[in-house]
């Protein structure tokens, strides 16, 4: 199956690219999802090696600040079981999950962020989730040729 490509969005102040650069191989679960539409993703379609734009969110400007690839395929979300930790869902059974998770690993930092407002005005951008109004989806599938043009505006 041919590479896929993603987007994820995280808020820097829960964790940021820097952060998962500094994890032990620079790999971290991307768990604490709550959505059906993102676990269906994560669940069903992302696989190893599939390329993510790391998306800093709930800042300004918002925006991608680099690459992560899937480093493990969908598996059950363990902070949905444990009542402890702010994710916990007490209708989530481990028997049968509702939460999934995938680990992505760091590949690099752009050197400048590529923001929002610049995602928006470049042409062949216009139909990117991303730039959606209205669009809150915390993963979200990028298409080829969305991938290239946001690694060229980046810098390569």
């Given amino acids: 199956m041919?590479?896929?490509?993603?987007?994820?969005?995280?808020?820097?102040?829960a964790f940021s690219i820097d952060d998962l650069r500094r994890r032990p191989g620079g790999v971290e679960p991307w768990d604490g999802v709550r959505n059906y539409q993102a676990r269906n993703l994560m669940r069903d379609e992302m696989r190893v090696g599939d390329g993510v734009l790391f998306y800093h969110s709930s800042v300004d400007?918002?925006?991608?600040?680099?690459?992560?690839?899937?480093?493990?395929?969908g598996y059950p979300d363990a902070t949905a079981f444990d009542p402890r930790d702010p994710h916990y869902d007490p209708k989530s059974d481990p028997g049968n999950p509702r939460w999934y998770r995938v680990d992505v690993r760091f590949?690099?930092?752009f050197p400048r962020m590529v923001t929002l407002e610049t995602l928006r005005r470049t042409p062949?951008?216009?139909?990117?989730?991303?730039?959606?109004?209205?669009m809150?989806?915390?993963?979200?599938p990028v298409t080829p040729q969305e991938w290239e043009i946001v690694l060229k505006l980046a810098g390569g």
């Fill in 2 to 13: 041919a590479r896929r490509y993603w987007l994820m969005k995280t808020e820097p102040e």
């Fill in 136 to 140: 809150r989806l915390s993963v979200q």
């Fill in 107 to 109: 590949v690099r930092a």
């Fill in 61 to 73: 400007p918002p925006g991608v600040v680099g690459l992560a690839e899937v480093a493990r395929e």
């Fill in 124 to 134: 062949g951008l216009e139909a990117m989730k991303v730039v959606q109004r209205g």
